[in-house]
């Protein structure tokens, strides 16, 4: 009984380690940024832009709700590639994302197009977010690219018709 107290005391005090480690940390920054008063910045304890655009936005700064790109591969980077892999390999893991390289339903645009707009499975929509040519960007790039060779045929008239009449927002959906 003896030996099983002193074991899990031990064990207790070295769970506590990570914990002073963070305080120690956490007052090394306090001391820089207390230097940084008097004039002498660290630049450990400077922001990183991305820290200042995101502090901006939440402080009441002009926040974008919608991607403003209209360029094909950058919007597939920034959405798609995280699931899809950046060379459009798909992947494996929490889920099964599809291979976009060499993906014999993206000869058409149309089979494309409705997926981005609607979602399906495991694949939130993005219709509810992005717009026509935006969309027309996405499903260009994915014809033409990534290992593809298909010939880009959709057309803005086409996405407009694929998109439902009223589009339901994943994000909210659950929470209503």
């Known amino acids: 009984m003896r030996q099983t107290f002193i074991t899990a005391a031990i064990v207790g005090m070295l769970g506590t380690l990570p914990l002073y480690a963070q305080d120690n940390e956490v007052d090394t920054r306090a ?26 936005m939440a402080d009441g700064g002009e926040w ?15 959405l798609c590639s995280g699931c899809h892999m950046a060379d459009g390999s798909g992947a494996v893991g929490a889920g099964k994302y599809p291979a976009l390289s060499g993906n014999p339903n993206l000869e058409y645009a149309g089979y494309a197009t409705y997926i981005i707009l609607n979602g399906q499975a495991a694949m939130p929509s993005f219709g509810h977010f992005l717009d ?40 909210t959906e659950e929470h209503e």
């Open 132 to 171: 026509d040519k935006q969309v027309l960007a996405i499903t260009d790039y994915i014809q033409t690219n990534l290992g593809n060779d298909y010939e880009a045929d959709g057309t803005l008239e086409a996405v407009a018709d694929a998109r439902p009449a009223d589009p339901v927002d994943q994000n």
């Open 31 to 56: 001391a820089q940024a207390a230097d940084g008063e008097t004039g002498e910045t660290s630049p450990e304890v400077e922001a990183r832009p991305q820290e200042r655009e995101i502090t901006a």
């Open 64 to 78: 974008v709700e919608e991607y403003v790109s209209e360029d094909g591969e950058e919007l597939y980077q920034s």
